[in-house]
């Protein structure tokens, strides 16, 4: 297991001098062999993090879509001395103030296309967290995360996944501003949408930009749309015009009753949900993703963008399982140094099963059950190779040593 983290440390070389691998090295295995962390520094290593993670797809699902989500959480911290604290808005507490005293970072994650029982499945790995501050607004802070690992992206297709919140302004820009890059993300059920502009007519003047004139209303009404019953919902799609895009965009609109209109909620996609690049083994009959339910929706837009809450389940385990809010400096560097190096050593123990055979049981098993299966065993060869050491006897050492890589590797009862 040493041998195998050293190996996969060593893609990050290039960014250290020899003494600093040589404590990263040390930080990371001993993040991997603790149960909580309290205090690290180290800088954001984003893109050899990408770079690693693309090296793992197989040739056949490259033509496959990638998929970026942005969101971001918060962490309660106690002590107004720490840089960038405030009081933050929390839309989950259903009790008590709906406002939380501390941090809000904003996170990137990259899903990978991978081969789990002869099928495609995607794995969701974090690629950066930024600590939120008054000097840079959330929208700018993901949109420079997407624009530092959009040039390793330029082969694939990619799109990204978003709430509500990220679907506009820079986020917008940054999908505009890179061909292969689209977005399927939520808006507000009031956004402005309006129909196709019609065909040109051959007379003068400047064709309409949207379908219908000014006097009959231009806006569209969600409520007029063709809906479908899917499960619990109604659902309805059309192509249609925004002021988000200059070229038509699709729009998918869902409600859980018809007649009183009720829990809206819209999502845009930027691409023909049709040319979203997946084998037939990453889709299932329907259309849905392999880890979805295929009787619970036939939209593809929608059944993509469920992809979008394993970034939630990801802010679940780091905070609950990687003493992600368990740090104890101030400065916003190196705040962002600490969250960083957690989402290095728990992108190893998601990727671990992927590049060394003898983990493979682990595939898409919990990072903590890795994580767990990781520590125990770097314990094992750090304890056994001092004690193997302290024998001079050649005879004596090579029967120890038969016995010892039987422990570790085997688990043979000692």
Known sequence: ??????QYLMQYRSVFKKRSFDIFYWLIMGILCTEEVRSIQIEALTTITV???L??????????????????????KYGAKFDCYAKHFDHTKKNGTKYLNGHCFVSVVLNIPLYYQDKAKYLSIPIGYRLYSKEQNKLEMASQIIKCIMPQLEMFQVILLCDSWYSKGSILDTVKEFDNLKI??????????????PAPTGKRGRPRKRGRPKKRGRKLNTREFSYTKIGKYYVAEKKVMANLFEKPIYVTVTTTDIKPFSSIRVFISSINPDEI????????????????????????????YRMRWNIEVMFYQHKFFWSFGNYMVRNKAAIERYVNLLFVAYTFACLLPFMDKRYEKYQFKSPQLIKRTVGVQITKELIFDSFVLSFESAKIYSTIKESVQGFLNKDWVA
């Open 51 to 53: 770079s690693i993670a």
């Open 55 to 76: 090296s793992l797809i197989p040739e056949k699902l490259r033509q496959n879509t990638l998929f970026i989500t942005i969101d971001d959480t918060l962490q309660a």
């Open 277 to 304: 690049k997946t084998i037939n083994t990453a889709l299932n009959t329907k259309g849905a993703l392999n880890d979805q339910n295929e009787d619970e929706c036939t939209s593809k837009t929608l059944t993509t």
């Open 1 to 6: 297991m040493k041998q195998t983290l050293h």
């Open 184 to 197: 399927i993300g939520a808006v507000r059920h009031d956004t402005a949408i309006y129909d196709l502009p």
